[in-house]
């Protein structure tokens, strides 16, 4: 027997895998006519159980760079960061399917859901990405639901690119500082995050919505030296 099939983590840990893989179920999405998640049964014995598991990929970052340069010009200077990952992320709803599944209210306004919920199941013959929702427990839906917080569901591709920093400066001449009887004096605006490409639906960083995404700043000032 494998040591690791004895610790606490053998039903999440895989030997010669990422710590951050994940082994679970196959998502083929809802079905039309019960309105349920659907998954793969490997073994073909007519049900989903935990043998039909198996290792479905992992949550990491396989790529990564950025550019960053400094452009001066008289008394003008520019300074742009960029930031790129190619990363595997985690599927920005699932923090909250696993807190306040659809159609609970555990935590007050932490129970409001994105407009992407809008597209579940309803009746019959619907396509839709998210299965039937029910405000009381159901044990079909809590089933399925359960099913998928440990399927290849949770994968998504939070790659991107994020302009993390511009700054733009302009030095005043020294003989104007001079007459100010100053040694430097400096205006400046500095912006951080203002932008960020990504195919990701919410923060590809934070991966989720119930935690502040990554702030946005613009700062504007004038540096004086004595």
């Known amino acids: 027997m494998c040591s690791s099939d004895l610790s606490v983590y053998a039903d999440r840990l895989v030997v010669g895998q990422s710590l951050n893989v994940l082994r679970g179920y196959v998502y083929t999405g809802v079905d039309k006519q019960s309105g349920l998640y659907t998954f793969s049964d490997l073994n073909r014995d007519g049900k989903i159980t935990s043998a039909d598991e198996k290792v479905l990929g992992k949550f990491d970052v396989t790529g990564f760079g950025g550019f960053e340069n400094t452009i001066r010009w008289k008394q003008v200077q520019l300074q742009v960061l960029i930031d790129a990952r190619i990363a595997t992320g985690l599927n920005y709803l699932a923090p909250m399917f696993a807190n306040n599944?659809?159609?609970?209210?555990?935590?007050?306004?932490?129970?409001?859901?994105?407009?992407?919920?809008?597209?579940?199941?309803?009746?019959?013959?619907?396509?839709?990405?998210?299965?039937?929702?029910?405000?009381?427990?159901?044990?079909?839906?809590?089933?399925?639901?359960?099913l998928y917080l440990n399927s290849s569901a949770l994968f998504a591709n939070a790659s991107f690119l994020r302009l993390r920093k511009v700054a733009l400066s302009y030095d005043l001449p020294v003989a104007r500082v001079a007459a100010m009887h100053l040694s430097s004096m400096s205006i400046f605006i500095d912006a951080q995050n203002l932008f960020t490409v990504s195919g990701y639906k919410a923060d590809p960083e934070i991966q989720s919505v119930l935690t502040t995404p990554?702030?946005?700043?613009?700062?504007?000032?004038?540096?004086?030296?004595?």
């Open 101 to 146: 599944p659809p159609g609970t209210i555990h935590d007050g306004l932490s129970s409001n859901y994105p407009r992407a919920l809008l597209n579940h199941w309803r009746e019959p013959g619907d396509a839709a990405a998210y299965q039937r929702i029910y405000a009381a427990h159901n044990a079909a839906v809590d089933s399925t639901m359960r």
């Open 214 to 226: 990554t702030m946005r700043s613009v700062e504007i000032g004038i540096r004086l030296t004595h």
